[in-house]
């Protein structure tokens, strides 16, 4: 079984994972019981009505959160029980996070914005510099490298978080409703991006409650009461 | 340790252009700080101004002497109804032997016997301020000559009558140094002018130099043999009849650490051979000691002053970093999502309280520096701003700006990514 999910082959893989919170005396099975491997240069939407399950999957594959029992192998690492620093670590090297509401820092320039995890990689200013630039015009923004977030439309501002989530070449992106916040060409626009990113060999993992944007992805996983519901 | 290096650099950097984005808010918060700094730095320097000062002038006194004078006794110095009474009080020429002899720390003493003469030099006539004195006065009292020389065990054993004049008294006789070698009258006889010495007066009233009211110095043996003890004088209706061999008893002595025991000895001496207290013993190494005392005590005023006014500053700082965290949750939750640990979310906030702190303790260096400036410029008060206040200042400045910093910053970091992600 172990040799099957090496994490060449399977980036992320789950084994019967729960969550489970505790709301004053009633418990809320956030996950019950989710197993479920994804490939590598997959392009999967994980869908659900809310309460479903979806931001808590999201959350914990983010390592933002622990499940309560289970397994959660990243790139061939339990990552199920690891220590905040040690999750922090993890979030920086191998996940790149793509948001609803963008979650630019404001007082920072888009280069600024793009090189953040570098930043905290520890990369040196001018090599920072440099790979921030690529990665804006890798999005097509290499003209807005010292604007402001707030000076830039949503769309714009979405890729700079996509540069963002790219710059450290992460194993798996990360999107959490990337189009909630855009207006329907701006969306079209932007996930356009993302399979060009996922046809580059990148692992996509989104959150949509929108059926015309899942219809992007290769796979959709349907989620209902903490259980996968369908996998296709 | 590189990487560490270049982080911290463009901590301070983000925490420069954090605070430059709310300019009015930060001057704000840095100004309990300017002023905390500013005001022990400036309060230092006028209280360092002020005891150097006065240490300087009890320096001029002499470390290592004793200043006894004579003084009428208590209930002695209201009964002036009896207008032919004479008053005899005073150190005697004895005392000085006495002292001399019996006290083996005593290295010297110095025999003042103060008078008022009418004096006359060329046209010129006034009264004059007489001392008759010994060579160890010039010893002890050390005055740059001006001209001439000053007076000589031989002046003074051979009863010379030899005057050396005060850069005061001669000014007062408009005597220059082309009065060498001329003749002065005091008091009905005639001395040749040997010597004139640079006067030595201070600026402030409660202390004296011992050359501060002197116009003139003359042998004391001479004064003796000349004038007596008895002074006499008519003032206002009512006749002032005193006998005083000596006002003055200047005692030097061979250590400074023997100055007090010495005091004490004097005092028993003096009292086995003085019915009354006619005489007041004051010792300027005590007055140092006090001086310093004093100073100390101003010290840990102007400490606990400045301890609560940083502690305001402090406490002024923290609340705006508390708000700040507030307020930039969010960016914590991006910065926790992409990848930051908890310590560097802390080193952030921490460093960005610092360069609060530091910034608002340069300020507050300018300004403890300034005001000095301006008491010395204006109300002529010498102030010395040293360089310890200044490192001090900035310590503390930055001390405050860590322990106040602290707090917020682990506050920051402890935030739930999640949960700070979805505020708005």
Known sequence: ?232 | MKINHSRIRRDFKLGLKNLLLHKLRSLLTMLGLVFGVGSVIAMLAIGEGASAEAMEQIRKLGSRNIIISAQKAADESGSSQDDVRMSIYGLLYDDAERINNTIPTVKATVPVKSMQHAARYGKRAIDLRVVGTTEKWFELVEREVIAGRVMTKRDVKNFASAAVLTEYGARRLLATSTAIGTGIRIGGNTYEVIGIVKSESSADGSMQTPDQMIDVYIPLSTAKEHYGDVFHQRKQGTNIRESVELHQLIVYVDEERNVEKTAEAIERLLALFHKKKDYAISVPLALLRQAEATKRTFSIVLGSIAGISLLVGGIGIMNIMLATVTERTREIGIRRAIGARRNQIVSQFLIETMVLSLGGGLIGIGVGVFIPWLVTIFAHMPTIVTLPSIVVALGISVSVGIIFGIYPAVRASRLDPIEALRHE
């Open chain 1, 1 to 232: 079984m172990k040799e099957e999910i090496s994490g060449a082959e399977y980036p992320v893989v789950f084994e019967d994972l729960h969550k489970i919170y505790e709301m004053g005396n009633e418990k809320v099975r956030a996950l019950d019981g989710v197993t479920a491997q994804f490939k590598k240069g997959s392009f999967w939407a994980i869908m659900g009505a809310s309460g479903s399950g979806k931001s808590t999957m999201l959350n914990i594959l983010g390592c933002l959160d622990r499940p309560t029992s289970g397994s959660y192998f990243l790139d061939g690492h339990d990552v199920s029980s690891l220590d905040d620093d040690s999750l922090s670590d993890i979030r920086l090297k191998y996940i790149g996070f793509i948001f609803q509401s963008f979650n630019l820092i404001p007082q920072l320039t888009v280069a600024e914005n793009i090189a953040l995890p570098l930043y905290y990689q520890g990369v040196d200013e001018g090599h920072s510099e440099e790979v921030a630039a690529r990665f804006a015009s890798v999005v097509g923004l290499e003209n807005r490298l010292k604007h402001r977030p707030t000076e830039l439309s949503g769309g714009q501002q979405q890729r700079v978080a996509i540069a963002r989530a790219l710059a450290t070449d992460p194993v798996i992106l990360l999107a959490d409703e990337p189009t909630g916040n855009l207006d329907s060409t701006t969306s079209v626009e932007i996930m356009e991006m993302l399979v060009n990113m996922n046809k580059m060999g990148k692992t996509v993992i989104m959150v949509t409650h929108e059926t015309s944007i899942a219809e992007y992805a290769q796979h959709r996983l349907l989620m209902k009461d903490g259980r996968i519901d369908s996998m296709e």
